[in-house]
């Protein structure tokens, strides 16, 4: 059972990226799928969830109207397409969830140190 995230990269202010996460093990139809970030110096925080039906879905205000979150079904994926990108979005982001809270369908976001399943973390550069 695993998450496994990729798509990173460095990339001008304005500019897009999309990022990856893939599921091993479990289906993601039954699991709700967070996006975190952690910068340098400060606490990892959620910028997104899916439900694992995908009809809920959460954004940080600080990414809304930027960030779309999504999910194929058939690939067992979901992805965060991050557009009009600026350096305060420079990050290591990391997709999460939780054998239990998994279930809570974007209801409720919780800290990062609730979830217990994570991937890898990607790194996300956003030059000016």
């Known amino acids: 059972v695993q998450l496994q995230a990729s798509g990173g990269g460095l990339v001008q202010a304005g500019g897009s990226l999309r990022l990856s996460c893939a599921a091993s093990?479990?289906?993601?139809?039954?699991?709700?799928i967070l996006w975190f970030r952690q910068a340098p110096g400060k606490e990892r925080e959620a910028v997104s969830c899916?439900?694992?039906?995908?009809?809920?879905?959460y954004y940080a205000d600080s990414v809304k109207g930027r960030f779309t979150v999504s999910k194929q079904k058939g690939k067992n994926t979901v992805y965060l397409q991050m557009n009009l990108l600026n350096p305060e979005d420079t990050a290591v982001y990391y997709c999460?969830?939780?054998?239990?809270?998994?279930?809570?369908?974007?209801?409720?976001?919780?800290?990062?140190?609730?979830?217990?399943?994570w991937g890898q973390g990607t790194q996300v550069t956003v030059s000016s």
């Open positions: 093990g479990f289906t993601l139809d039954d699991f709700a």
């Open positions: 899916v439900s694992g039906s995908g009809d809920r879905i």
């Open positions: 999460a969830t939780d054998p239990v809270f998994g279930h809570e369908e974007c209801r409720h976001v919780r800290k990062s140190t609730d979830y217990e399943l």
